[in-house]
């Protein structure tokens, strides 16, 4: 217990020395709308810190059937697994550039666990039900937030230094960077206007059936 | 103005077994299926009501997110409880569905049949029994019978023809799991007696 404690104080003690604050990234459409579902995350530009991936997978589940996060960022040599809770087969698929795989049909809370060791967006899909799509941001930053539906992502523990400030998003119009310092003092907001893409999805609505003779 | 009449109302109810298979991964990726249904189909005039079987396969193609190429290729027999309404026949179909939005699907629809189908003729009643206004209709050969589906006198003939059609429907979805559908379908039929006919159909669909 006792050392449990001390290894506490001194995680800390480290995050103390090295984090200068919060940089808050408020994401807003042309209309002033919040943007849910965005990236944000900050490049080092003064020597980039190593990336510590999480050893245990991180989960992008499917229910009703579709994917039930829409974005999910993760680091460089992420496993990722993908329950599935529904009572009908998936076949969860992509074929991005950053990762190619397929884990064919298959039912149930357990899937093979994908490994994630190139950065960039990685878009999933299902081969039987066309309409489910998800995204995958692979990242070789430890400095990032995804946008809630108030817009706003919280990017915390940035050391004091520069860092170039980028805006991810499935259906971003135009890539979006800036320069950012981060100060000894303390926490920043940055404003961001995203513009996307319409939402454009395959219809999952059922067809009545072609025409027949009678 | 249309007479109404509800002779050719009816259930039909069967099972549809099918193997699909997509070429490759994603939505653009063709698909090829083959399969059988059937069906029994109750009718408001009984002598109509069947029993049906086809085999049938088909290909679909997603160009884009909006717009989708089906073809489908069937053939299939029917026994009716009168003659008259058994039949064989072959058939292609096309439809060429177009989704602006996830929520608005608009079809064009285009096919060829080749088979039995019946066509009908007005009748009246002589001192032999009921006879074809038309004296071409005696040229059919087909099996033909006195029917009391419409609001005026009729024959039915079972004749062997070619049927082009083409239409066009509307599909609004109605939540995640369902549609609504109207459909417009002409059938120009070829043969001794061209003739043409319109189908309006509404259809709700629902996934479960």
Redesign the interface.
Known sequence: MHRLIAAALIATATLCAHAAGVVRVVTKDPSGKPVADAVAYAVALDGAPQVQPPSEPVAIVQKDQEFQTYVTPIVVGTRVVFPNKDTVQHHV?S?SPAKKF?IPLYIGESSASILFDRPGPVTL?C?IH??MVAYVFVLSTPYYAKTGADGVADIAGLPQGRYRLEVWHPRLAAKIERELVVAESGDTTQVVSVTLRPD????????????D?? | MCTPFSGLDNVAVGPRLEVRHKLDLGPFAPTVYAGIDGRLAGFDDSERSKAEGAVFAGYSQRFTEALQLLLEGRAGSYDARQTVFTGSYARLAATLNWDPTERWRFAVTGGWRNGDTVAGYEAYRSPMGWEPIDPGAYALAGAWRYVPTFSKPFLDYRVSAQTWSYGAEISPAVGRNTSVTLRFTRFETLGPDPYISDEVSLSLAHKY
């Open positions: 698929y074929v397929e899909g081969n066309d309409w454009r999805r395959i219809r999952r609505a059922p067809d009545a059936g072609g025409a003779y009678k």
